[in-house]
């Protein structure tokens, strides 16, 4: 046996789609602030006698991402029961798809340190969310005892499987990522809502050509964790081969506080779950409404035609068009003031300053930021103090504007008369600075820039006091 590993992937994506009403009820899905168990009613809670009725809304947002995946969409989809007993599962059995899924063989194009990965879809199929877990004193090993919110029970998921396409953490990062893009686009799932998206990963080491055991680890709740419990079980798995062990198939759990996964329960595999179809869902064709359901321009889409119709550079155009409201706010700056002055502005100070307060980009109004960009287009602001007063607006509590702060605090360009003046009084007071440029240090001069900008209030133009500066110097050295 040698050390040639080869790592595969797949991952099982389960996106809570963001419909009003759960799948097979009228129970509200509007519930995170709400009292445990209190968004409940007999279809979702399996009482005898109640029946499920299918969430139009749930199968069309499940056609849109499968259009998006460039999927087939099935002509007849079916429902099946998948039984098994967990405490979260109020009816013993989840209602799910299994031989015929609304969506199947479809792709999806990932980039990895610049190079495309295409990734297989198997499928992206329907079904309801289990209820929530609450671990009381610990992880799931350690807590004391275990609290049930049947709040969550019902709400719809579409699963999105992939193909064992994927050969390192930082591949299935890229997928995630990718994917969560797709969905924000297409308005089919609230990423602010905790649980959202929720990552199954399985994984196996194939060494000399021989497929090792898979194992699964459930329920990953972020992109982060999604690297570190992929990286932890491939140094398991390595490790365990190196030795001459064996890898158990099974599933594992990921404990986010310590960075380890461990193990749950052996693997359960297909025979395990009894399928049969749900008698009291019938089939569903898609034939009567599928072509009319619409797909938006998708993020690879946006950043091309931004790369095409405003002129910025690849690398700007990924910033711009990782969030579709990101992407619809510099646009709508972009129609005010030129372009590339917008993406730079956007891409750069905006986001940066943003990402630094924890602030999405709704937290500012496009016009108000275009009317600060425009004063810097304009010429009538410095870029240092357009970032001052853009901080400034950001941490306000008051409403104030970035042209707000410019005004009341006078941040506008200085006039020139007042530059020169400025620029004397630098040269006056400070002899030895000016004796340091004169003898070849040119670095003194922007210390005298500095005495300038601070004279003025960092209004004036620091090339233009350079300028300015140099030529004082040389005026006062010939007279």
Same mark, same amino acid.
Request: proline share 4%; net charge negative; with cysteine.
């Given at each position: 046996?040698?050390?040639?590993?080869?790592?595969?992937?797949?991952?099982?994506?389960?996106?809570?789609?963001?419909?009003?009403?759960?799948?097979?009820?009228?129970?509200?899905?509007?519930?995170?602030?709400?009292?445990?168990?209190?968004?409940?009613?007999?279809?979702?809670?399996?009482?005898?006698?109640?029946?499920?009725?299918?969430?139009?809304?749930?199968?069309?947002?499940?056609?849109?991402?499968?259009?998006?995946?460039?999927?087939?969409?099935?002509?007849?989809?079916?429902?099946?029961?998948?039984?098994?007993?967990?405490?979260?599962?109020?009816?013993?059995?989840?209602?799910?798809?299994?031989?015929?899924?609304?969506?199947?063989?479809?792709?999806?194009?990932?980039?990895?340190?610049?190079?495309?990965?295409?990734?297989?879809?198997?499928?992206?199929?329907?079904?309801?969310?289990?209820?929530?877990?609450?671990?009381?004193?610990?992880?799931?090993?350690?807590?004391?005892?275990?609290?049930?919110?049947?709040?969550?029970?019902?709400?719809?998921?579409?699963?999105?499987?992939?193909?064992?396409?994927?050969?390192?953490?930082?591949?299935?990062?890229?997928?995630?990522?990718?994917?969560?893009?797709?969905?924000?686009?297409?308005? *089919?799932? /609230?990423?602010?809502?905790?649980? +959202?998206? $929720? @990552? &199954? =990963?399985?994984?196996?080491?194939?060494?000399?050509?021989? %497929?090792?055991?898979?194992?699964?680890?459930?329920?990953?709740?972020?992109?982060?964790?999604?690297?570190?419990?992929?990286?932890?079980?491939?140094?398991?798995?390595?490790?365990?081969?190196?030795?001459?062990?064996?890898?158990?198939?099974?599933?594992?759990?990921?404990?986010?506080?310590?960075?380890?996964?461990?193990?749950?329960?052996?693997?359960?595999?297909?025979?395990?779950?009894?399928?049969?179809?749900?008698?009291?869902?019938?089939?569903?064709?898609?034939?009567?409404?599928?072509?009319?359901?619409?797909?938006?321009?998708?993020?690879?889409?946006?950043?091309?035609?931004?790369?095409?119709?405003?002129?910025?550079?690849?690398?700007?155009?990924?910033?711009?068009?990782?969030?579709?409201? *990101?992407? /619809?706010?510099?646009?709508?700056? +972009?129609? $005010? @003031? &030129? =372009?590339?002055?917008?993406?730079?502005?956007?891409?750069? %100070?905006?986001?940066?300053?943003?990402?630094?307060?924890?602030?999405?980009?709704?937290?500012?109004?496009?016009?108000?930021?275009?009317?600060?960009?425009?004063?810097?287009?304009?010429?009538?602001?410095?870029?240092?103090?357009?970032?001052?007063?853009?901080?400034?607006?950001?941490?306000?509590?008051?409403?104030?504007?970035?042209?707000?702060?410019?005004?009341?605090?006078?941040?506008?360009?200085?006039?020139?008369?007042?530059?020169?003046?400025?620029?004397?009084?630098?040269?006056?007071?400070?002899?030895?600075?000016?004796?340091?440029?004169?003898?070849?240090?040119?670095?003194?001069?922007?210390?005298?820039?500095?005495?300038?900008?601070?004279?003025?209030?960092?209004?004036?133009?620091?090339? *233009?006091?350079?300028?300015?500066?140099?030529?004082?110097?040389?005026?006062?050295?010939?007279?």
């Amino acid at each position: 046996m040698t050390d040639d590993f080869e790592v595969v992937i797949g991952l099982e994506i389960h996106v809570q789609l963001d419909t009003e009403t759960k799948m097979f009820c009228s129970c509200s899905t509007d519930y995170e602030d709400s009292e445990p168990n209190t968004h409940t009613c007999p279809v979702c809670l399996g009482l005898p006698g109640s029946l499920p009725v299918v969430n139009e809304r749930a199968v069309e947002y499940a056609v849109r991402v499968g259009k998006a995946l460039e999927c087939s969409i099935c002509d007849e989809t079916r429902f099946h029961r998948k039984n098994y007993y967990y405490p979260d599962l109020p009816k013993n059995f989840q209602i799910s798809q299994y031989d015929a899924p609304i969506n199947e063989d479809g792709r999806l194009v990932v980039s990895v340190e610049g190079e495309d990965h295409e990734i297989g879809i198997t499928r992206a199929h329907m079904e309801e969310d289990p209820g929530a877990l609450t671990h009381k004193g610990g992880s799931i090993e350690r807590s004391k005892y275990t609290l049930v919110d049947y709040n969550r029970s019902g709400t719809p998921l579409l699963e999105i499987v992939t193909e064992p396409d994927i050969r390192s953490p930082e591949e299935a990062r890229a997928v995630v990522e990718t994917l969560r893009e797709i969905l924000e686009y297409l308005g *089919v799932y /609230d990423s602010g809502r905790s649980g +959202a998206l $929720r @990552v &199954d =990963a399985n994984i196996s080491i194939s060494q000399d050509g021989t %497929e090792g055991n898979r194992t699964e680890v459930k329920n990953i709740g972020s992109t982060k964790g999604v690297v570190r419990a992929l990286r932890y079980e491939v140094t398991r798995q390595k490790n365990r081969l190196k030795r001459g062990g064996e890898v158990v198939q099974e599933t594992r759990h990921y404990d986010d506080d310590r960075g380890v996964t461990v193990t749950l329960r052996e693997k359960e595999e297909e025979k395990d779950y009894r399928y049969f179809e749900e008698a009291d869902i019938p089939v569903l064709r898609t034939t009567e409404f599928k072509d009319d359901v619409h797909v938006p321009e998708l993020p690879r889409e946006r950043r091309a035609r931004f790369e095409d119709e405003y002129g910025v550079s690849d690398e700007v155009a990924e910033k711009l068009t990782s969030r579709k409201s *990101v992407a /619809d706010f510099y646009e709508e700056v +972009a129609a $005010r @003031v &030129d =372009a590339s002055l917008a993406a730079t502005w956007t891409a750069d %100070e905006l986001l940066g300053e943003l990402n630094y307060r924890d602030l999405d980009v709704t937290a500012v109004d496009a016009q108000e930021f275009a009317a600060l960009v425009e004063l810097v287009a304009e010429d009538e602001l410095t870029d240092a103090n357009a970032v001052e007063a853009l901080r400034a607006a950001l941490d306000d509590d008051e409403g104030r504007t970035p042209v707000d702060v410019v005004d009341e605090r006078d941040l506008r360009k200085a006039d020139d008369d007042v530059t020169v003046e400025a620029t004397r009084e630098a040269v006056e007071e400070n002899p030895d600075a000016v004796q340091d440029y004169l003898g070849g240090d040119d670095e003194a001069i922007n210390y005298l820039v500095g005495q300038v900008m601070q004279k003025t209030g960092g209004s004036a133009d620091p090339a *233009v006091v350079n300028d300015v500066l140099r030529d004082e110097i040389a005026q006062k050295q010939e007279g």
